[in-house]
């Protein structure tokens, strides 16, 4: 099995930066690809990043291109996002996922979950 644990989330103004944290942690050996997602309240889930675990290869939503960017650290089996002019239509819950196999966009892809931190952006 492997956990996750999100953290960075909060309130900014439209413009500012945050940056999240997802921490695997048990079987992180069998982890291929991390990724994020975001749900907005009456929403579904969608797409923003994934990385390999291998740290090789990014993707990005065409939403964020150019504002978010995913990196790992490899001592601290840590996926990072960080997102720089951030705007209300970003605001939505913030999950880290992990798959064993290959993955990218789809959530049914992703074989485990973390519970998600909240970022609110305000105008």
């Known amino acids: 099995q492997v956990q996750l644990v999100e953290s960075g989330g909060g309130l900014v103004q439209a413009g500012e930066s945050l940056r999240l944290s997802c921490e695997a942690s048990g079987r992180t050996l069998s982890i291929y690809k991390v990724g994020w997602f975001r749900q907005a309240p009456g929403k579904e889930r969608q797409f923003v990043a994934t990385i390999n675990w291998s740290g090789s290869t990014t993707n990005y939503a065409d939403s964020v291109k150019g504002r978010f960017t995913i990196s790992k650290d490899y001592s601290k089996n840590t996926v990072y996002l960080q997102m720089n002019s951030l705007n209300p239509e970003d605001t939505a819950d913030y999950y880290c996922?992990?798959?064993?196999?290959?993955?990218?966009?789809?959530?049914?892809?992703?074989?485990?979950w973390g519970q998600g931190t909240q970022v609110t952006v305000s105008s």
């Open positions: 996922a992990a798959s064993r196999t290959w993955a990218m966009t789809s959530a049914n892809q992703y074989n485990y």
